[in-house]
Protein backbone atom coordinates (compact mmCIF):
# COMPACT_ATOMS: atom_id res chain seq x y z
CA UNK A 1 0.00 0.00 0.00
CA UNK A 2 3.14 2.17 0.94
CA UNK A 3 6.03 2.29 -1.12
CA UNK A 4 8.92 4.94 0.20
CA UNK A 5 11.43 6.08 -2.22
CA UNK A 6 14.11 8.65 -2.34
CA UNK A 7 16.52 7.75 0.29
CA UNK A 8 20.17 7.78 -0.20
CA UNK A 9 23.34 9.34 1.44
CA UNK A 10 23.84 12.74 1.51
CA UNK A 11 26.71 15.14 2.84
CA UNK A 12 26.27 17.38 5.60
CA UNK A 13 24.44 20.57 5.17
CA UNK A 14 22.59 18.76 1.82
CA UNK A 15 19.31 18.06 0.68
CA UNK A 16 17.42 15.08 0.01
CA UNK A 17 13.26 14.11 -1.02
CA UNK A 18 11.72 11.41 0.19
CA UNK A 19 8.41 10.06 -1.71
CA UNK A 20 5.52 7.60 -0.56
CA UNK A 21 3.50 6.35 -3.11
CA UNK A 22 -0.32 5.40 -1.66
CA UNK A 23 -2.04 2.74 -3.61
CA UNK A 24 -4.92 4.43 -5.14
CA UNK A 25 -7.35 1.59 -4.08
CA UNK A 26 -6.52 2.76 -0.57
CA UNK A 27 -6.51 6.69 -1.33
CA UNK A 28 -8.98 8.34 0.90
CA UNK A 29 -8.55 5.47 3.75
CA UNK A 30 -6.36 7.32 5.77
CA UNK A 31 -6.90 10.45 7.60
CA UNK A 32 -3.63 11.32 8.59
CA UNK A 33 0.20 10.72 6.47
CA UNK A 34 3.51 10.68 8.41
CA UNK A 35 6.90 10.11 8.18
CA UNK A 36 9.07 8.49 11.10
CA UNK A 37 12.54 7.47 11.34
CA UNK A 38 14.34 4.69 13.33
CA UNK A 39 18.28 5.61 14.21
CA UNK A 40 20.10 1.95 14.72
CA UNK A 41 19.70 0.99 18.21
CA UNK A 42 16.92 3.51 18.89
CA UNK A 43 13.36 3.79 18.97
CA UNK A 44 11.31 4.90 16.21
CA UNK A 45 10.29 8.50 16.00
CA UNK A 46 7.85 10.82 14.50
CA UNK A 47 9.19 13.52 12.03
CA UNK A 48 6.52 14.96 10.32
CA UNK A 49 2.62 14.33 9.73
CA UNK A 50 -0.13 15.76 7.44
CA UNK A 51 -3.73 15.54 8.04
CA UNK A 52 -6.71 15.77 5.62
CA UNK A 53 -7.17 19.37 6.15
CA UNK A 54 -3.74 19.95 5.55
CA UNK A 55 -2.36 20.42 9.04
CA UNK A 56 0.72 19.92 9.83
CA UNK A 57 3.41 18.75 12.75
CA UNK A 58 6.98 18.25 12.97
CA UNK A 59 9.29 17.10 15.79
CA UNK A 60 11.15 19.97 17.31
CA UNK A 61 14.97 18.72 16.20
CA UNK A 62 13.48 18.98 12.51
CA UNK A 63 11.13 22.26 12.35
CA UNK A 64 12.38 25.16 10.26
CA UNK A 65 14.63 22.13 8.01
CA UNK A 66 11.93 19.87 6.74
CA UNK A 67 8.47 19.80 4.96
CA UNK A 68 5.85 17.21 4.58
CA UNK A 69 3.57 17.60 1.71
CA UNK A 70 0.77 16.04 -0.23
CA UNK A 71 0.98 15.57 -3.84
CA UNK A 72 -2.46 14.88 -4.95
CA UNK A 73 -1.62 14.32 -8.45
CA UNK A 74 0.87 11.47 -7.87
CA UNK A 75 -1.14 10.07 -5.06
CA UNK A 76 2.19 10.64 -2.84
CA UNK A 77 3.33 12.32 0.65
CA UNK A 78 6.80 14.21 0.44
CA UNK A 79 9.36 14.46 2.55
CA UNK A 80 11.75 17.77 2.08
CA UNK A 81 14.69 17.53 3.76
CA UNK A 82 16.57 20.28 3.55
CA UNK A 83 20.17 21.25 6.03
CA UNK A 84 20.72 17.81 7.09
CA UNK A 85 23.01 16.52 9.97
CA UNK A 86 24.19 13.12 10.92
CA UNK A 87 21.99 13.26 13.29
CA UNK A 88 19.57 12.63 10.66
CA UNK A 89 20.72 9.32 9.35
CA UNK A 90 18.05 6.86 10.39
CA UNK A 91 15.54 4.29 8.39
CA UNK A 92 12.84 6.17 7.20
CA UNK A 93 9.15 5.04 6.99
CA UNK A 94 5.97 6.25 5.55
CA UNK A 95 3.11 5.56 8.00
CA UNK A 96 -0.59 5.90 7.17
CA UNK A 97 -3.01 6.57 9.85
CA UNK A 98 -6.77 6.71 10.91
CA UNK A 99 -6.45 9.70 12.87
CA UNK A 100 -3.66 12.01 14.21
CA UNK A 101 -2.97 14.51 16.91
CA UNK A 102 0.44 15.79 15.88
CA UNK A 103 2.64 12.77 15.84
CA UNK A 104 0.37 10.35 17.80
CA UNK A 105 -1.30 7.71 15.19
CA UNK A 106 -3.55 5.45 15.01
CA UNK A 107 -4.53 2.00 13.16
CA UNK A 108 -0.86 3.01 11.53
CA UNK A 109 -0.13 1.18 8.16
CA UNK A 110 3.65 0.93 7.52
CA UNK A 111 5.96 1.48 4.25
CA UNK A 112 9.07 -0.82 3.77
CA UNK A 113 11.23 2.21 4.56
CA UNK A 114 14.10 4.08 2.68
CA UNK A 115 17.36 4.56 4.50
CA UNK A 116 19.06 7.92 4.57
CA UNK A 117 22.53 8.61 5.59
CA UNK A 118 24.27 12.25 6.50
CA UNK A 119 28.18 11.89 7.18
Known amino acids: QLVESGGGSVQAGGSLRLSCAVS?????????MAWFRQASGERREGVAS???????SYTDSVKGRFTISKDKVKNTVDLQMNSLKPEDTAMYYC???????????????WGQGTQVTVS
Open 95 to 109: AAATTCARLTLTDIT
Open 24 to 32: RRYTGSFGC
Open 50 to 56: IRLDGGT
